[in-house]
C-alpha cells in the first residue's frame, strides 16, 4: 500500500538521484584527476627530465668525449631515483583507484621500458650503440611516458582541460628541444661530423620543436605568455637560434660547443620553469573547481531532498490508517493459516467433530473496500475449514472401508484355513496333499495381504498370542508368509523368545521385508536371514543379492521408516514400506536398510530389548491358539548343513500365562556367541503309534510330530486330534530349536520316501496291467 502511494513521488526522486550522481561523477572525475597528475603524471614528467639529461651524456659518450663520464654517472643515479619514486606510486591503492584501465596500462608499460635502462647503459658504455642508436633508444623510453600522459588528465571541466592541453604542448616541445640538443651536443662531441642520417634528424627536430612551441603559445593564459614571450626574447633564446639557422644552412655545425651547452642549459631550466608552473596551476585548480561542483551539490541535493521528504511524509500519513487495517487483516491471515486451520486438521484426524460455525466468526456487512476483504477473507477461511472437513470425513470413510475389506477377509481366509485342514486330515494322496499344502500357503499370505488392509485403516490384526514364543519360530513362521519361501536362508539364532503381544506384528514386518528381498534379487540367488543379540536389543538381518536401490532411494526409504507418513493412494507401489514403517512405530522397532556388499540390499530390523526374553520363560502352559494362527506348512528346500533352507514352519501357539521369569539384563554382553552349526540330523524319537493308510503310508495326525510347546490344546478352533500322554509331553518341552528342527527334516524325509514309494508301486501296477491305460 505504502508503495502505491508512494508511486507517484518516484519520478521525481530519480530526477533528483540523477542529477546528484552527474555532480557527484563530476567531482570525483576532478578528485581523480588531480590523483592521477600528482602520482603518475608529476613522476613521469620527472623521469622524462632526467631521460634528457641522461640521453645528451650517452650521446657525447659515445661520441668520443671521455670528460662527461663522471657527469653521466650521477645523471643515472638521479634517474634511477626518479624510476623508484614512479614504480612506488604506481603500486599505491590511490592511484589504482582512480586512474583509468588505459592509464594503468601506459604505465605499465612505461615502467617496462624502463626494465631496458640496464641493457641500454651496458650497450653505450662498451660502445655497441652509435649515436643515433643510442639517442633513439631513449627516445622510445621517453615517447612511452608521453602516452601516459596522454591518458593521465581527463576532466569534463573546459579550464582545466586547456590547461592539461597546453602543459602536455609544452612538455612535447621542450622534449624536441632536448632531442636537438642530444644530436648536436653528440655531432660537436665527436668532431662536427654527421653520422649518416643525423643531419635530416636534427633538421626535422629543429622544426618540430618550432612548430610545437607556436602551438603551446596559443593555449597560454595571458600571465604565462608574458612569461613566453620574455623568455623568446633572451640572450640564450638569441643565441640559439642563430646557432640553429646555421646548423639548418651548412653541411657542418659551425657552432661553439660549450657556448651552445650553456645557452640550451639556461634555456632549458627557463622553459621547465615555465612547463611546471602551468602544470601545478592546473593541479591547484582542480581541487577547488571540484569543491564548487560539491557545494552545488549539496544545496540542490538537500532542497530536493527536503521536497522529497516533505512529500513521503505526507503519503504515509495518509496510508497510515489503510495499512494498520490491512497489518490486522494480515495477522489474522497468518493465524487462520498457523494455528486455527492445523488445529482443525488435528483435531478432525484424531476423530473429534468440529463445527464451523464455531471456528469461523460470522460476516459483519461491509461498509468499504477492505471491510469487503476482511468478508471474502473469511469466507474464504470457512471454505477452507469446511473442506478439512469433507477430506477428514472421506479419509474416515475410505479407513473404514479398508478396515472393512481387511476384516472381510481376514474371516473368510480364516474359514478357508479351517477347511482346508479338514482337508489335510482327510487326504491320504500325497500329491493330493502336497496341492492342499501349495493352497495352505497362498491361503496364509492371503491372509497377511488382509492384513495390510486392517493396517491402513489404522486397526490392528486380529492375531495375538499370551506368552512369549520363541524368536526362531517367530522367524520361521514369517518365512512361511513368502512365495519364495526356498530361497531364504535362515541361520540358527540364540535360544531367545519374543512377547506375545509382539508376535503377529513381528511375523508380519519380517515377512514383507523377505518379501521384498525375495522379489528384487535373482531367482537363483538365495536371502540370507540371521539374528543376534546386540546392547539395544535384538538384530533381524535380512540380506539379498539383488539389484540394489540408489543412495537417495535408501536415504528416503529410511527417512519414512523412521517417521512413517500418513497413507497417500498415490504411492500405492510402496505399500510394503508403509506397512513396514506402521508396524515397527506400533513396537518401538528400528527398521534400517543399506546397500550390500553383494550388491542388493540389506534391512536391518532392531528389535528393542523389553520384546526379548530367555527362551525358557516361553516353556509355560499351553493354551488355545486363536483361529490365525499360523498354518502348518509342507515346503521343500534342499537343506545345508551348515545354513539350513527353511522347510517347514510349526504353528504358533501362545503359551500359557505364566510369568516370564527374567527379562535379558542391560549386563549382557553386546554380542551374544555364535550358535554352533546345524547338527545333522538324527533317528526320528520315538512317537505315537503311526496311522497307515490302505496304500500303506502314513496318515498325517495333526500336530503328532510337532514339539509340545509348538502344539494347540483341545480348546483350540483347529485342535482335533488326540494329544499325547502327559509324560512324553514333559520329554518334548525340554527339548531345544535344534532338536525340533531335526524332528521337522525327519517329518519331512520320511513323507519324501512314502511318496517315492507308493508313486514307485503304481508304476508297476501299471506295468502289471497295461490294458488299463
Known amino acids: 500500500m505504502l508503495v ?43 623521469i622524462v627530465f632526467e631521460l634528457q639529461h641522461e640521453r645528451k651524456f650517452s650521446s657525447q659518450l659515445v661520441s668520443g668525449d671521455a670528460t662527461v663520464g663522471e657527469d653521466l654517472k650521477r645523471q643515472r643515479e638521479l634517474t ?20 583509468s584501465q588505459t592509464t594503468l596500462t601506459n604505465m605499465a608499460e612505461l615502467l617496462k621500458s624502463l626494465e631496458g635502462l640496464p641493457t641500454l647503459r651496458a650497450s653505450v658504455d662498451t660502445g655497441r650503440f652509435s649515436r643515433l642508436q643510442a639517442v633513439n633508444a631513449y627516445n622510445e623510453m621517453i615517447d612511452k611516458a608521453f602516452d601516459l600522459y596522454s591518458t593521465v588528465v581527463s576532466v569534463d571541466d573546459h579550464t582545466l582541460a586547456q590547461a592539461a592541453t597546453t602543459t602536455i604542448a609544452l612538455t612535447e616541445a621542450r622534449e624536441q628541444y632536448a632531442r636537438e640538443d642530444a644530436l648536436v651536443s653528440g655531432v660537436l662531441a665527436g668532431g662536427g661530423t654527421y653520422a649518416p642520417g643525423e643531419r635530416g634528424l636534427v633538421v626535422k627536430t629543429i622544426g618540430t620543436q618550432r612548430h610545437l612551441y607556436e602551438i603551446a603559445r596559443r593555449t597560454l593564459t595571458a600571465e604565462d605568455r608574458a612569461t613566453y614571450e620574455r623568455i623568446i626574447k633572451s640572450e640564450p633564446y638569441l643565441r640559439l637560434r642563430a646557432a640553429e639557422d646555421k646548423i639548418v644552412d651548412a653541411a657542418k655545425p659551425a657552432v661553439d660547443a660549450k657556448q651552445w651547452n650553456a645557452d640550451f642549459a639556461a634555456l632549458n631550466t627557463d622553459l621547465g620553469h615555465l612547463e611546471e608552473r602551468v602544470a601545478h596551476r592546473a593541479i591547484e585548480a582542480a581541487g577547488p573547481a571540484a569543491t564548487r561542483i560539491i557545494l552545488r551539490l549539496a544545496l540542490a541535493g538537500v532542497l530536493g531532498l527536503l521536497v522529497i521528504v516533505a512529500l513521503v511524509l505526507l503519503a504515509i500519513r495518509i496510508a497510515r490508517g489503510i495499512i494498520r487495517r490491512i497489518t490486522a487483516l494480515r495477522q489474522e491471515a497468518l493465524e487462520v493459516a498457523e494455528r486455527k486451520l492445523p488445529d482443525v486438521v488435528a483435531r478432525l484426524r484424531a476423530g473429534e467433530q468440529v463445527d464451523v460455525d464455531a471456528e469461523v466468526p460470522p460476516l459483519t456487512p461491509a461498509d468499504d473496500e477492505l471491510s469487503q476483504l476482511g468478508g471474502a477473507f473469511a469466507q474464504v477461511q470457512r471454505t477452507a475449514i469446511g473442506s478439512a472437513v469433507q477430506e477428514a470425513t472421506l479419509r474416515a470413510g475410505l479407513n473404514q472401508v479398508f478396515l472393512n475389506l481387511g476384516r472381510r477377509s481376514q474371516v473368510l481366509v480364516h474359514r478357508q484355513l479351517s477347511l482346508l485342514d479338514q482337508m489335510e486330515r482327510r487326504v491320504t494322496d500325497p500329491r493330493d496333499l502336497e496341492e492342499l499344502y501349495r493352497i495352505d500357503h497362498l491361503s496364509t499370505r492371503l491372509r497377511r495381504h488382509s492384513e495390510d488392509l486392517v493396517i491402513l485403516a489404522g486397526s490392528v490384526p486380529g492375531r495375538g498370542w499370551r506368552n512369549p514364543v520363541p524368536l526362531h519360530d517367530v522367524l520361521r ?10 530361497r531364504v536362508t535362515l541361520i540358527p539364532l540364540p535360544e531367545l523368545a519374543l512377547l506375545g503381544r509382539a508376535v503377529s506384528d513381528v511375523v508380519h514386518l519380517i515377512a514383507e521385508l523377505l518379501e521384498n528381498a525375495t522379489a528384487f534379487s535373482p531367482r537363483d540367488t538365495h536371502v540370507q536371514m540371521s539374528g543376534q543379540l546386540v546392547p539395544n536389543g535384538f538384530a533381524v538381518e535380512i540380506e539379498d543379492r539383488g539389484v540394489g536401490m540408489p543412495p537417495e532411494q535408501i536415504e528416503d526409504a529410511n527417512r519414512r521408516l523412521a517417521d512413517p507418513p500418513d497413507f497417500d493412494p498415490a504411492h500405492s507401489s510402496r505399500l510394503g514400506l508403509f506397512v513396514v514403517a506402521r508396524l515397527a512405530a506400533r513396537h518401538g522397532i528400528k527398521v534400517t536398510l543399506r546397500s550390500s ?34 498354518r502348518p506348512l509342507a515346503l521343500t528346500g534342499t537343506p545345508t548343513a551348515e545354513h539350513p533352507t527353511v522347510t517347514a514352519v510349526a504353528t504358533l501357539p501362545p503359551p500359557a500365562p505364566a510369568t516370564v521369569e527374567a527379562v535379558i539384563p542391560a549386563q549382557r554382553p553386546a554380542v551374544a556367541p555364535a550358535p554352533p552349526a546345524a547338527p545333522a540330523v538324527p533317528a526320528p524319537p520315538e512317537q505315537s503309534p503311526t496311522l497307515l493308510s490302505p496304500e500303506g503310508l502314513p496318515m498325517r495326525q495333526r500336530q503328532a510330530n510337532l514339539s509340545p510347546h509348538l502344539r494347540t490344546t483341545a480348546g483350540s478352533a483347529t485342535a482335533a486330534v488326540p494329544q499325547p500322554p502327559a509324560d512324553e509331553t514333559a520329554t518334548r518341552a525340554a527339548r531345544g530349536p535344534e532338536t525340533m528342527r531335526s524332528m521337522l527334516s525327519s517329518l519331512q524325509q520320511g513323507t519324501y520316501r512314502g511318496r517315492e514309494a507308493a508313486a514307485q508301486q503304481r508304476s508297476e501296477t501299471t506295468d502289471e496291467n497295461p490294458q488299463e491305460q
Not at 540389506?602 to 491358539?625: I, N
Open 4 to 46: 502505491l502511494l508512494l508511486a507517484p513521488l518516484l519520478p521525481l526522486a530519480g530526477m533528483w538521484v540523477f542529477s546528484t550522481w552527474l555532480s557527484v561523477t563530476a567531482a570525483a572525475n576532478l578528485l581523480d584527476a588531480q590523483t592521477n597528475a600528482e602520482d603518475a603524471g608529476l613522476p613521469a614528467s620527472q
Open 80 to 99: 634511477d631515483v626518479a624510476v623508484t619514486e614512479q614504480r612506488r606510486l604506481a603500486e599505491g591503492d590511490a592511484l589504482r583507484e582512480s586512474a
Open 477 to 486: 513362521s514369517a518365512v512361511s508368509e513368502v512365495e519364495e519361501y526356498t
Open 597 to 630: 556388499p553383494y550388491g542388493g540390499i540389506t534391512a536391518v530390523a532392531l528389535l528393542p530389548r523389553e520384546l526379548v526374553v530367555e527362551e525358557r520363560s516361553a516353556q509355560g502352559e499351553l493354551t488355545a491358539a486363536p483361529p490365525a494362527a499360523v
